[in-house]
């Protein structure tokens, strides 16, 4: 391609709308166009990443057995109404209607259409396993778009569906995706890792989210540097302390703390460390009677060390609990505790509670906590000593840097992550919903076992930028770079030497397979050198009349300071050797 029949629009500055590295980057290098709230129109550069984005994902697709189709952007309502998303999706989900005033939605995914192809078309065992992709426009209609094509409103996503005859074979489809999966992504150049996920309502152990790892990404990877244990922050297990509790010291004492109503305050307060504070929440689960109607409340009390978190999604697991919870009302709280929320803790109830306790907190001794009076804490409170052991110990809060790895290979750190994909075991949740069955060896109908698999095809553009950037633009890993080299002639339009020598290195490259531009357009060099810089290509050649009088050109890579001079001759194979170094 030659620049002068491209399309190139480059920005010296980002709109001010544009927040993050890769939105304004983006917007710069002339990638994408705003037309609207999380709406962009995606230019010729930009278009040129995505479909190298898409062709590696279809050979490895189809290297791991996935057969591509195409299903519909928008789809018949009912299907979602067969599986109850059309009305539990909430307003992400965007309905319209047709002439006929009959209810469609714009897809943000396609599990519902996937399942009624092969509740269809796969009616034998004998057909089994099948896995089904497309890359599709999507759309999900966000509160709040930002992050340019971060968090848009519409995106285009690669998502396949497996179907297997039993969890057993299913599972091997999963590891099937998941080994294609990192092949992909190996593909791409990135640093990512594949975390373990939590699967919510469906159990088991078979999700994982792949996340590039970048220092503005939205979510915690916990992994452990000397072994290959890698969880989310929803996931990844505390495990409890090694050392046995140890034995009380010290009386339990009742302390004036006036007006020290957080655990940072209290421990500052008293010279204790935030490791011997207790924080106390309290929760709230609603009991119906036989017909439905309200009927009361049970109130929980949690404890978490001091400068621990809380972490829902295991919260959310503890029995009891896992039917839903909210925290509990100031009414319920005073009930229960006769104080306002600030000096709560599990001494002195005025109506019992099920107290669940972290597993660091069974493990604490002579610690602070709230003595269910305003300014007051209780400081040297035991187990066993000072009030009943736990009605549970569980596992409930967040890991920080510096736990022991759940694997028992040593400690754990953590980094930030972009997702950017997610392979996850469904079992039957669709086709149950949706009646879709074959006929097993026994002839009997049974339903298939699914799994779901997305990588989102733009967002990996934002995540490559976002980990691969410096203060003069973009820089593209090789394989999704849009142009791989660029041929920059100085004084092209002035001397037939530098454009003959420029056209015959063009054709060379092309012969050799590199994805080349050629900059005809006769921009000063610095001009040309900062567009290029920003556009991120890979490898830059420099041919100017000086240069050929010594039968040189110069060649620099996007990551190097300085250019290296070499022959004119070897510049092609030289090139092409870095590339694919």
Same mark, same amino acid.
């Given at each position: ?62 290297? $791991? ?154 979510? %915690? ?37 006036? $007006? ?193 698999? $997305? ?113 004119? %001759? ?12």
């Amino acid at each position: 391609m030659k620049a002068s029949q491209f399309f190139i629009s480059t920005l010296k500055e980002a709109p001010a709308d544009a927040e993050v590295v890769s939105h304004q980057l983006m917007m710069r290098a002339g990638m994408i166009k705003r037309l609207g709230a999380g709406i962009y129109n995606y230019m010729p550069m930009g278009l040129r990443v995505i479909r190298k984005v898409e062709g590696i994902i279809r050979d490895e697709m189809s290297r $791991g057995g996935a057969v591509e189709l195409l299903m519909p952007i928008v789809q018949p309502a009912e299907l979602w109404q067969e599986t109850g998303r059309f009305d539990k999706m909430g307003p992400e989900l965007m309905r319209v209607k047709d002439r006929h005033d009959r209810d469609f939605i714009i897809q943000p995914t396609s599990e519902e259409v996937v399942t009624d192809i092969a509740r269809q078309e796969l009616r034998s065992y004998k057909q089994l396993p099948k896995n089904f992709y497309h890359i599709q426009t999507k759309f999900r209609d966000e509160r709040r778009p930002r992050f340019g094509i971060m968090r848009g409103r519409e995106f285009t996503m690669k998502d396949a569906y497996s179907f297997d005859r039993s969890p057993e074979a299913a599972a091997r489809s999963y590891e099937t995706m998941f080994a294609a999966y990192k092949r992909i992504f190996d593909r791409f150049g990135l640093t990512y890792r594949a975390v373990a996920a939590d699967t919510g309502a469906i159990g088991g152990d078979l999700s994982h989210e792949f996340q590039v790892i970048a220092q503005t990404g939205e979510d %915690a990877i916990i992994y452990c540097p000397t072994s290959d244990y890698a969880a989310n922050i929803e996931l990844a297990e505390a495990v409890a302390p090694a050392a046995p509790r140890a034995e009380p010291t010290v009386a339990m004492a009742k302390t004036l703390t006036p $007006g020290k109503s957080t655990c940072a305050d209290v421990a500052a307060f008293l010279g204790l460390p935030m490791t011997k504070s207790l924080k106390s929440l309290v929760l709230a689960t609603d009991r119906l009677d036989e017909q439905g109607n309200p009927a009361g409340s049970t109130v929980w009390l949690l404890l978490l060390r001091g400068d621990h978190e809380m972490n829902e999604v295991k919260v959310g697991k503890v029995p009891g609990l896992k039917d839903g919870f909210r925290f509990a009302t100031l009414a319920e709280i005073d009930a229960h505790f006769g104080c306002k929320p600030g000096y709560l803790g599990p001494i002195g109830l005025k109506q019992p509670v099920k107290i669940i306790a972290d597993r660091s907190v069974a493990a604490m001794s002579d610690f602070c906590c709230g003595a269910n009076e305003e300014d007051y804490h209780l400081t040297g409170v035991n187990w066993g000593r000072d009030l009943p052991e736990p009605d549970l110990v569980v596992d409930i809060r967040n890991v920080v840097e510096g736990d022991p790895s759940p694997d028992g290979q040593g400690v754990l750190a953590i980094e930030r992550g972009i997702e950017v994909g997610h392979v996850f075991y469904l079992g039957t949740k669709y086709s149950k919903t949706m009646n879709a069955t074959f006929l097993d060896e026994t002839g009997k109908p049974a339903f298939f076992e699914m799994g779901c698999y $997305g990588i989102g095809v733009t967002r990996i553009l934002g995540a490559a930028i976002e980990q691969n950037h410096d203060e003069r633009g973009i820089i593209w890993p090789a394989s999704i770079a849009p142009f791989q080299a660029v041929i920059c002639p100085i004084g092209m339009d002035r001397s037939a030497e530098v454009k003959a020598a420029a056209e015959a290195l063009y054709a060379e490259l092309q012969a050799a397979g590199v994805d080349v531009l050629l900059d005809d357009r006769g921009e000063r060099p610095g001009a040309m050198f900062a567009d290029w810089e920003l556009v991120g290509v890979p490898q830059r050649i420099v041919i100017s009349d000086r240069g050929l009088k010594a039968g040189t050109v110069e060649v620099q890579g996007r990551r190097e300071a300085q250019a290296t001079v070499m022959p004119l %001759a070897e510049a092609a194979s030289q090139v092409g050797a870095r590339l694919r170094g």
